[in-house]
Nanobody, 122 residues
Framework: QVQLVESGGGLVQTGGSLRLSCAAS????????MGWYRQAPGNQRELVAA???????NYADSVKGRFTIARDNAKNTVYLQMNSLKPEDTGVYYC????????????????WGRGTQVTVSS
């Protein structure tokens, strides 16, 4: 089916930047919406940013103006450029994707990556 593999997390100081990447692999699928979620200890998983296959984007209010989501449809890859990072951005960042796989039922399914840790020190 579809596997999502994230990369690019790490430790950074307040005000620093990181770029996350997530590549979808497999066969016989097409990727629709993609996005990034994050989960801090003790908190629920929350949407950070999302992007449709047509390039329309949506951001959490807390990251608007600092984060940018982009995708390369030819590579089935989504990116999250994170600038001006704050300690409250710390958490595990998960890649999310909705895939269309015509040979299975239902053909539209949601997939998650395993997550990558982002830690912003004060």
């Amino acid at each position: 089916q579809v596997q999502l593999v994230e990369s690019g997390g790490g430790l950074v100081q307040t005000g620093g930047s990181l770029r996350l990447s997530c590549a979808a692999s497999g066969s016989g699928f097409s990727i629709n919406d993609m996005g990034w979620y994050r989960q801090a200890p003790g908190n629920q998983r929350e949407l950070v940013a999302a992007i449709t296959s047509g390039g329309s984007t949506n951001y959490a209010d807390s990251v608007k103006g600092r984060f940018t989501i982009a995708r390369d449809n030819a590579k089935n890859t989504v990116y999250l450029q994170m600038n001006s990072l704050k300690p409250e951005d710390t958490g595990v960042y998960y890649c999310n994707a909705w895939a269309f796989i015509p040979v299975i039922h239902p053909p539209r399914r949601e997939y998650w990556g395993r997550g990558t840790q982002v830690t912003v020190s004060s």
